[in-house]
Protein backbone atom coordinates (compact mmCIF):
# COMPACT_ATOMS: atom_id res chain seq x y z
CA UNK A 1 0.00 0.00 0.00
CA UNK A 2 2.75 2.40 0.70
CA UNK A 3 5.11 1.65 -1.85
CA UNK A 4 1.99 1.66 -4.02
CA UNK A 5 1.52 5.49 -2.87
CA UNK A 6 5.45 6.30 -3.44
CA UNK A 7 5.12 5.36 -7.23
CA UNK A 8 1.58 6.98 -7.50
CA UNK A 9 3.55 10.34 -6.00
CA UNK A 10 6.67 9.85 -8.11
CA UNK A 11 4.82 9.79 -11.27
CA UNK A 12 2.89 12.78 -10.50
CA UNK A 13 5.95 14.86 -10.45
CA UNK A 14 7.50 15.74 -13.78
CA UNK A 15 10.83 14.08 -12.71
CA UNK A 16 8.57 11.11 -12.33
CA UNK A 17 7.15 11.53 -15.46
CA UNK A 18 9.74 11.81 -17.81
CA UNK A 19 11.62 9.04 -16.12
CA UNK A 20 8.81 6.95 -16.98
CA UNK A 21 8.05 8.18 -20.61
CA UNK A 22 11.70 7.80 -21.21
CA UNK A 23 11.73 4.48 -20.29
CA UNK A 24 8.15 3.58 -22.11
CA UNK A 25 9.52 5.74 -25.16
CA UNK A 26 12.81 3.78 -25.62
CA UNK A 27 10.57 0.23 -24.88
CA UNK A 28 8.11 0.96 -27.88
CA UNK A 29 11.08 2.98 -29.76
CA UNK A 30 13.00 -0.76 -29.63
CA UNK A 31 10.37 -2.49 -30.47
CA UNK A 32 9.60 -0.27 -33.86
CA UNK A 33 13.26 -0.77 -34.67
CA UNK A 34 12.44 -4.62 -35.03
CA UNK A 35 10.42 -3.88 -38.06
CA UNK A 36 13.26 -2.30 -39.67
CA UNK A 37 15.68 -5.23 -38.69
CA UNK A 38 13.37 -7.55 -40.54
CA UNK A 39 13.19 -5.51 -43.36
CA UNK A 40 16.92 -5.73 -43.53
CA UNK A 41 16.87 -9.17 -43.11
CA UNK A 42 14.26 -9.99 -45.55
CA UNK A 43 15.59 -7.61 -48.26
CA UNK A 44 18.90 -9.39 -47.81
CA UNK A 45 17.42 -12.70 -48.50
CA UNK A 46 15.48 -12.01 -51.17
CA UNK A 47 18.48 -9.78 -53.07
CA UNK A 48 21.55 -10.58 -51.09
CA UNK A 49 23.94 -7.62 -52.06
CA UNK A 50 22.83 -7.47 -55.57
CA UNK A 51 22.50 -4.28 -58.09
CA UNK A 52 18.85 -4.31 -57.33
CA UNK A 53 19.14 -3.54 -53.58
CA UNK A 54 21.86 -0.30 -54.00
CA UNK A 55 19.44 0.85 -56.52
CA UNK A 56 16.44 0.88 -53.49
CA UNK A 57 18.35 1.93 -50.89
CA UNK A 58 19.90 5.60 -52.86
CA UNK A 59 16.70 5.72 -53.88
CA UNK A 60 14.89 5.39 -50.17
CA UNK A 61 17.87 7.27 -48.76
CA UNK A 62 16.18 10.62 -50.00
CA UNK A 63 12.83 10.03 -48.24
CA UNK A 64 14.08 9.06 -45.46
CA UNK A 65 16.40 11.73 -44.98
CA UNK A 66 14.16 14.35 -45.47
CA UNK A 67 11.50 13.19 -43.08
CA UNK A 68 13.82 12.45 -40.32
CA UNK A 69 14.76 16.27 -40.86
CA UNK A 70 11.83 17.63 -40.70
CA UNK A 71 10.43 15.27 -37.97
CA UNK A 72 12.96 15.92 -35.27
CA UNK A 73 12.50 20.19 -36.02
CA UNK A 74 8.98 20.14 -36.21
CA UNK A 75 8.74 18.46 -32.89
CA UNK A 76 10.89 20.94 -31.10
CA UNK A 77 9.66 23.57 -32.77
CA UNK A 78 5.74 22.76 -32.05
CA UNK A 79 5.42 21.37 -28.77
CA UNK A 80 6.45 24.15 -27.11
CA UNK A 81 4.53 26.95 -29.10
CA UNK A 82 1.48 24.65 -28.84
CA UNK A 83 1.62 24.03 -25.16
CA UNK A 84 2.33 27.96 -24.55
CA UNK A 85 -0.70 28.91 -26.95
CA UNK A 86 -2.98 26.41 -24.89
CA UNK A 87 -2.24 28.08 -21.85
CA UNK A 88 -2.43 31.18 -22.77
CA UNK A 89 -5.23 31.38 -25.52
CA UNK A 90 -6.88 27.68 -24.46
CA UNK A 91 -7.03 24.47 -26.54
CA UNK A 92 -9.36 26.02 -29.10
CA UNK A 93 -6.18 28.43 -30.35
CA UNK A 94 -3.43 25.80 -29.85
CA UNK A 95 -5.79 23.26 -31.98
CA UNK A 96 -5.71 25.59 -34.66
CA UNK A 97 -2.11 26.11 -34.84
CA UNK A 98 -1.55 22.20 -35.51
CA UNK A 99 -4.40 22.71 -38.29
CA UNK A 100 -2.20 25.15 -39.81
CA UNK A 101 0.95 22.95 -39.55
CA UNK A 102 -0.75 20.48 -41.23
CA UNK A 103 -1.54 22.72 -43.87
CA UNK A 104 1.89 23.62 -44.20
CA UNK A 105 3.43 20.57 -44.16
CA UNK A 106 1.29 19.48 -46.72
CA UNK A 107 1.95 21.72 -49.31
CA UNK A 108 5.69 22.23 -48.12
CA UNK A 109 6.00 18.11 -48.47
CA UNK A 110 4.05 18.36 -51.41
CA UNK A 111 6.08 20.71 -53.05
CA UNK A 112 9.47 19.05 -52.33
CA UNK A 113 7.98 15.26 -53.75
CA UNK A 114 7.23 17.51 -57.05
CA UNK A 115 10.37 19.39 -56.93
CA UNK A 116 12.19 16.06 -55.58
CA UNK A 117 10.85 14.05 -58.66
CA UNK A 118 11.67 16.86 -61.55
CA UNK A 119 15.49 17.02 -60.26
CA UNK A 120 15.55 13.14 -59.60
CA UNK A 121 17.60 12.55 -63.02
CA UNK A 122 20.31 15.16 -61.81
CA UNK A 123 20.50 14.31 -58.18
CA UNK A 124 20.78 10.12 -58.25
CA UNK A 125 23.65 10.37 -60.51
CA UNK A 126 25.31 12.67 -57.92
CA UNK A 127 24.75 10.20 -55.15
CA UNK A 128 25.39 7.00 -56.76
CA UNK A 129 28.51 7.68 -59.11
CA UNK A 130 29.77 3.94 -59.65
CA UNK A 131 26.39 2.62 -60.61
CA UNK A 132 26.10 1.86 -64.49
CA UNK A 133 22.94 3.23 -66.74
CA UNK A 134 20.62 0.00 -65.97
CA UNK A 135 20.89 0.31 -62.36
CA UNK A 136 20.51 4.28 -62.33
CA UNK A 137 17.36 4.14 -64.46
CA UNK A 138 16.27 1.02 -62.08
CA UNK A 139 17.33 4.14 -58.72
CA UNK A 140 15.26 6.63 -60.80
CA UNK A 141 11.95 4.45 -61.27
CA UNK A 142 12.24 3.36 -57.76
CA UNK A 143 12.37 7.27 -55.98
CA UNK A 144 9.70 8.01 -58.82
CA UNK A 145 7.70 5.18 -57.06
CA UNK A 146 8.33 6.05 -53.71
CA UNK A 147 8.11 9.75 -53.75
CA UNK A 148 4.49 9.74 -52.47
CA UNK A 149 5.75 8.51 -49.34
CA UNK A 150 7.37 12.03 -48.26
CA UNK A 151 4.03 13.65 -48.89
CA UNK A 152 2.08 11.35 -47.02
CA UNK A 153 4.71 11.65 -44.51
CA UNK A 154 3.22 15.22 -43.38
CA UNK A 155 0.11 13.24 -41.78
CA UNK A 156 2.56 11.36 -39.09
CA UNK A 157 4.55 14.13 -38.47
CA UNK A 158 1.71 16.79 -37.21
CA UNK A 159 -0.23 14.55 -35.28
CA UNK A 160 2.86 12.72 -34.19
CA UNK A 161 4.09 16.18 -32.64
CA UNK A 162 0.45 16.69 -31.10
CA UNK A 163 0.27 13.26 -29.86
CA UNK A 164 3.42 13.93 -27.80
CA UNK A 165 2.75 17.15 -27.15
CA UNK A 166 -0.37 16.00 -25.27
CA UNK A 167 2.09 13.68 -23.38
CA UNK A 168 0.00 10.20 -25.32
CA UNK A 169 3.57 8.79 -26.49
CA UNK A 170 2.82 5.17 -27.12
CA UNK A 171 1.39 5.20 -30.69
CA UNK A 172 4.51 7.85 -32.03
CA UNK A 173 7.06 5.62 -30.63
CA UNK A 174 5.32 2.37 -31.96
CA UNK A 175 4.35 4.67 -35.59
CA UNK A 176 8.00 4.22 -37.45
CA UNK A 177 7.48 0.43 -37.00
CA UNK A 178 4.43 0.16 -38.76
CA UNK A 179 5.73 1.17 -42.29
CA UNK A 180 8.75 -1.35 -42.50
CA UNK A 181 6.08 -4.33 -41.50
CA UNK A 182 3.84 -3.64 -44.33
CA UNK A 183 7.19 -3.09 -46.95
CA UNK A 184 7.97 -6.40 -45.57
CA UNK A 185 4.57 -8.20 -46.16
CA UNK A 186 4.45 -6.66 -49.68
CA UNK A 187 8.15 -7.95 -50.67
CA UNK A 188 6.81 -11.26 -49.01
CA UNK A 189 3.56 -11.67 -51.01
CA UNK A 190 4.93 -9.75 -54.32
CA UNK A 191 8.47 -9.93 -54.45
CA UNK A 192 8.50 -13.39 -56.45
CA UNK A 193 6.57 -11.46 -59.43
CA UNK A 194 7.72 -7.88 -58.92
CA UNK A 195 11.06 -7.97 -57.45
CA UNK A 196 12.54 -5.30 -56.15
CA UNK A 197 9.76 -2.79 -56.76
CA UNK A 198 7.59 -4.85 -54.31
CA UNK A 199 9.75 -3.65 -52.09
CA UNK A 200 9.13 0.19 -53.12
CA UNK A 201 5.69 -0.21 -53.62
CA UNK A 202 5.37 -1.84 -49.82
CA UNK A 203 7.35 1.09 -49.06
CA UNK A 204 4.72 3.71 -50.08
CA UNK A 205 2.03 1.71 -48.40
CA UNK A 206 3.42 1.29 -45.29
CA UNK A 207 3.89 5.30 -45.21
CA UNK A 208 -0.11 5.03 -46.40
CA UNK A 209 -0.64 2.56 -43.76
CA UNK A 210 1.34 5.05 -40.89
CA UNK A 211 -1.10 7.65 -42.26
CA UNK A 212 -3.87 5.34 -41.04
CA UNK A 213 -2.78 4.30 -38.10
CA UNK A 214 -1.87 8.03 -36.35
CA UNK A 215 -4.64 9.39 -37.47
CA UNK A 216 -7.21 6.28 -35.64
CA UNK A 217 -5.03 7.65 -32.78
CA UNK A 218 -5.45 11.12 -33.01
CA UNK A 219 -9.24 10.48 -33.27
CA UNK A 220 -9.23 8.43 -30.12
CA UNK A 221 -6.98 10.99 -28.61
CA UNK A 222 -10.02 12.75 -26.55
CA UNK A 223 -10.23 15.97 -28.37
CA UNK A 224 -12.11 16.66 -31.93
CA UNK A 225 -9.21 15.99 -34.70
CA UNK A 226 -7.69 19.44 -36.29
CA UNK A 227 -8.11 18.78 -39.83
CA UNK A 228 -5.36 20.74 -42.18
CA UNK A 229 -6.04 24.90 -42.87
CA UNK A 230 -4.37 26.26 -45.63
CA UNK A 231 -3.09 29.80 -44.75
CA UNK A 232 -0.62 32.12 -43.03
CA UNK A 233 -1.24 33.02 -39.33
CA UNK A 234 0.78 35.04 -37.25
CA UNK A 235 1.41 31.62 -34.53
CA UNK A 236 2.13 29.45 -37.71
CA UNK A 237 5.33 32.47 -38.94
CA UNK A 238 6.29 32.24 -35.45
CA UNK A 239 6.41 28.80 -35.60
CA UNK A 240 8.57 28.91 -38.46
CA UNK A 241 11.30 31.29 -37.06
CA UNK A 242 11.97 28.12 -34.53
CA UNK A 243 11.53 25.32 -37.06
CA UNK A 244 13.97 26.84 -39.59
CA UNK A 245 16.67 27.09 -37.85
CA UNK A 246 16.33 23.62 -36.50
CA UNK A 247 16.31 22.18 -39.55
CA UNK A 248 19.53 23.75 -40.94
CA UNK A 249 20.75 22.37 -37.23
CA UNK A 250 19.71 19.17 -38.36
CA UNK A 251 20.77 19.20 -42.00
CA UNK A 252 24.42 20.25 -40.51
CA UNK A 253 24.41 17.84 -38.03
CA UNK A 254 23.59 14.64 -40.53
CA UNK A 255 26.84 16.20 -42.75
CA UNK A 256 28.96 15.17 -39.79
CA UNK A 257 28.81 11.15 -40.55
CA UNK A 258 29.43 12.06 -44.01
CA UNK A 259 32.24 14.17 -43.60
CA UNK A 260 33.81 11.56 -40.94
CA UNK A 261 33.94 9.08 -43.61
CA UNK A 262 35.34 11.58 -46.12
CA UNK A 263 38.23 11.79 -43.91
CA UNK A 264 38.81 8.45 -42.84
CA UNK A 265 38.92 7.34 -46.52
CA UNK A 266 41.92 9.85 -46.81
CA UNK A 267 43.83 7.22 -44.18
CA UNK A 268 44.64 3.70 -44.97
CA UNK A 269 42.64 1.12 -46.41
CA UNK A 270 39.62 -0.21 -44.95
CA UNK A 271 39.63 2.75 -42.35
CA UNK A 272 35.86 3.62 -43.88
CA UNK A 273 34.78 0.03 -42.85
CA UNK A 274 36.52 0.46 -39.63
CA UNK A 275 34.93 3.32 -38.19
CA UNK A 276 31.37 2.32 -39.70
CA UNK A 277 31.69 -1.43 -37.75
CA UNK A 278 33.28 1.40 -34.54
CA UNK A 279 30.29 3.14 -34.53
CA UNK A 280 27.55 0.59 -34.38
CA UNK A 281 26.82 0.33 -30.46
CA UNK A 282 26.91 3.30 -29.97
CA UNK A 283 24.95 4.13 -32.94
CA UNK A 284 22.33 1.43 -31.42
CA UNK A 285 21.96 3.38 -27.71
CA UNK A 286 21.73 6.28 -29.35
CA UNK A 287 19.15 5.45 -31.48
CA UNK A 288 16.67 4.00 -28.89
CA UNK A 289 18.18 5.93 -25.71
CA UNK A 290 17.91 9.46 -27.54
CA UNK A 291 14.53 9.28 -28.73
CA UNK A 292 13.27 8.27 -25.37
CA UNK A 293 15.10 11.24 -23.66
CA UNK A 294 14.26 13.71 -26.39
CA UNK A 295 10.83 12.97 -26.66
CA UNK A 296 9.74 12.32 -22.67
CA UNK A 297 11.71 15.53 -22.00
CA UNK A 298 10.01 18.47 -24.49
CA UNK A 299 6.64 17.81 -23.29
CA UNK A 300 7.81 18.04 -19.42
CA UNK A 301 9.74 21.04 -20.04
CA UNK A 302 7.71 23.31 -22.58
CA UNK A 303 5.10 23.27 -19.51
CA UNK A 304 7.59 23.67 -16.88
CA UNK A 305 8.32 27.29 -18.92
CA UNK A 306 5.04 28.11 -19.82
CA UNK A 307 4.06 28.13 -16.23
CA UNK A 308 7.63 29.88 -15.54
CA UNK A 309 8.08 27.54 -12.94
CA UNK A 310 11.74 27.87 -12.66
CA UNK A 311 12.64 26.23 -9.27
CA UNK A 312 11.14 22.93 -10.48
CA UNK A 313 12.60 23.16 -14.15
CA UNK A 314 15.92 23.82 -12.69
CA UNK A 315 15.57 20.39 -9.85
CA UNK A 316 13.69 18.49 -12.54
CA UNK A 317 16.50 18.99 -15.36
CA UNK A 318 19.68 18.28 -12.40
CA UNK A 319 18.05 15.13 -11.09
CA UNK A 320 17.27 13.97 -14.71
CA UNK A 321 20.38 14.49 -16.12
CA UNK A 322 22.08 13.27 -13.17
CA UNK A 323 20.75 9.85 -14.01
CA UNK A 324 20.88 10.21 -17.61
CA UNK A 325 24.81 10.66 -16.99
CA UNK A 326 24.81 8.20 -14.58
CA UNK A 327 23.33 5.71 -16.34
CA UNK A 328 24.54 6.49 -19.91
CA UNK A 329 28.64 6.51 -18.27
CA UNK A 330 27.79 3.14 -16.74
CA UNK A 331 27.54 1.68 -20.50
CA UNK A 332 30.24 3.54 -22.12
CA UNK A 333 32.77 2.22 -19.72
CA UNK A 334 31.34 -1.56 -19.90
CA UNK A 335 31.52 -1.05 -23.70
CA UNK A 336 35.03 0.81 -23.46
CA UNK A 337 36.67 -2.07 -20.80
CA UNK A 338 35.38 -4.89 -22.98
CA UNK A 339 35.31 -3.28 -26.61
CA UNK A 340 37.73 -6.40 -27.87
CA UNK A 341 35.48 -9.47 -26.66
CA UNK A 342 32.35 -6.76 -27.63
CA UNK A 343 34.26 -6.78 -31.14
CA UNK A 344 34.84 -10.34 -31.28
CA UNK A 345 31.35 -11.05 -30.61
CA UNK A 346 29.55 -8.92 -33.01
CA UNK A 347 32.15 -8.87 -36.36
CA UNK A 348 34.81 -11.35 -35.82
CA UNK A 349 34.19 -14.68 -38.05
CA UNK A 350 34.40 -15.24 -41.89
CA UNK A 351 37.17 -12.65 -43.39
CA UNK A 352 37.07 -9.82 -40.26
CA UNK A 353 40.23 -10.92 -38.87
CA UNK A 354 42.03 -10.73 -35.73
CA UNK A 355 43.67 -7.75 -36.93
CA UNK A 356 40.23 -6.21 -37.86
CA UNK A 357 38.92 -6.68 -34.43
CA UNK A 358 42.03 -4.87 -32.98
CA UNK A 359 41.29 -2.13 -35.47
CA UNK A 360 37.60 -1.81 -34.35
CA UNK A 361 37.80 -2.09 -31.25
CA UNK A 362 39.91 0.57 -30.76
CA UNK A 363 37.68 3.08 -32.63
CA UNK A 364 34.45 1.09 -30.33
CA UNK A 365 36.42 2.35 -27.23
CA UNK A 366 37.09 6.02 -28.16
CA UNK A 367 33.79 6.06 -30.02
CA UNK A 368 31.16 4.82 -26.86
CA UNK A 369 32.44 7.38 -24.47
CA UNK A 370 30.56 10.11 -26.39
CA UNK A 371 27.25 8.81 -25.34
CA UNK A 372 26.61 10.33 -21.94
CA UNK A 373 27.57 13.74 -23.58
CA UNK A 374 25.23 13.21 -26.55
CA UNK A 375 22.67 12.28 -24.09
CA UNK A 376 23.04 14.68 -21.96
CA UNK A 377 23.26 17.55 -24.47
CA UNK A 378 20.17 15.84 -26.18
CA UNK A 379 18.43 16.97 -22.87
CA UNK A 380 19.86 20.74 -23.07
CA UNK A 381 19.07 21.01 -26.51
CA UNK A 382 15.26 19.98 -26.04
CA UNK A 383 15.91 22.67 -22.94
CA UNK A 384 16.44 25.48 -25.74
CA UNK A 385 13.82 24.21 -27.82
CA UNK A 386 11.17 25.05 -24.86
CA UNK A 387 12.58 27.83 -24.09
CA UNK A 388 12.42 29.16 -27.81
CA UNK A 389 16.01 29.62 -28.11
CA UNK A 390 16.97 27.35 -31.10
CA UNK A 391 18.62 29.62 -33.13
CA UNK A 392 21.22 29.38 -30.15
CA UNK A 393 21.16 25.75 -31.40
CA UNK A 394 21.74 26.27 -34.62
CA UNK A 395 24.65 28.92 -33.65
CA UNK A 396 26.37 25.96 -31.48
CA UNK A 397 25.52 23.50 -34.35
CA UNK A 398 27.53 25.07 -36.59
CA UNK A 399 30.37 25.68 -34.64
CA UNK A 400 30.64 22.04 -33.50
CA UNK A 401 30.62 20.83 -37.39
CA UNK A 402 33.59 23.55 -37.75
CA UNK A 403 35.25 21.61 -34.69
CA UNK A 404 34.63 18.52 -36.08
CA UNK A 405 36.91 18.84 -38.63
CA UNK A 406 39.22 20.55 -36.95
CA UNK A 407 39.76 17.91 -34.18
CA UNK A 408 39.06 15.21 -36.79
CA UNK A 409 42.58 16.67 -38.66
CA UNK A 410 44.61 16.97 -35.97
CA UNK A 411 43.92 13.97 -34.28
CA UNK A 412 44.22 11.39 -37.25
CA UNK A 413 47.27 12.53 -37.76
CA UNK A 414 48.64 10.32 -34.86
CA UNK A 415 45.50 7.76 -33.86
CA UNK A 416 44.54 7.29 -37.29
CA UNK A 417 40.72 6.75 -37.88
CA UNK A 418 40.84 6.03 -33.92
CA UNK A 419 41.50 9.90 -33.77
CA UNK A 420 38.02 10.69 -35.94
CA UNK A 421 36.11 8.62 -33.21
CA UNK A 422 37.85 10.40 -29.98
CA UNK A 423 37.20 13.86 -32.26
CA UNK A 424 33.86 12.87 -32.12
CA UNK A 425 33.75 12.51 -27.89
CA UNK A 426 35.55 15.84 -27.64
CA UNK A 427 32.93 17.81 -29.83
CA UNK A 428 30.17 16.42 -28.01
CA UNK A 429 31.81 16.87 -24.35
CA UNK A 430 32.02 20.64 -25.77
CA UNK A 431 28.83 21.32 -26.81
CA UNK A 432 27.36 20.01 -23.67
CA UNK A 433 29.42 22.90 -22.25
CA UNK A 434 27.88 25.37 -24.08
CA UNK A 435 24.43 24.02 -24.68
CA UNK A 436 24.54 23.93 -20.20
CA UNK A 437 26.11 28.00 -20.81
CA UNK A 438 23.11 29.11 -23.11
CA UNK A 439 20.14 27.17 -21.40
CA UNK A 440 21.71 28.81 -17.91
CA UNK A 441 22.03 32.53 -19.58
CA UNK A 442 18.25 32.03 -21.41
CA UNK A 443 16.80 31.63 -17.84
CA UNK A 444 18.57 34.15 -16.21
CA UNK A 445 16.82 36.36 -19.17
CA UNK A 446 13.46 34.82 -18.87
CA UNK A 447 13.64 35.27 -15.04
CA UNK A 448 14.45 38.52 -14.75
CA UNK A 449 12.15 39.64 -17.64
CA UNK A 450 8.81 41.52 -16.55
Do not use: C
Amino acid sequence: MAKSAIVKALGATPLGRIAGATLLVGTLTAIARSTTVAREIVAASAFGTAEVLDAYLIAYAVPVFLLGAVSGSLQSAFIPKYIALGKKQGAEAADRLLASTLGALLLGLGGVTLALVAAARYVLPLMALNFDADNLALARDLLYLMAPAIFLGAVPIAYSAWLNARERFRVPALLPGVGPLVAVLGLLIYGPTYGIRALAGGTVAGAAAEVAVVVLAARMAGRQLPWPRFGVTADLIALGREFWPLLFGTLLFSSTTLVDQVMAAALAPGSVAALGFGSRVTALVIAIAGVGVATSVLPAFSRLVADRDWPVLGRTLVQYGAIVVVLSAAISAAVALFTVPVTELLFERGNFTGADTARVAQVQGYFVLQLPFFLISLVLVRLLSALTSNRIVFAITAFNSVLNVVFNYVLMQSMGVAGIALSTTLVHLLSTLLFAAAAAARIRTLKSAV
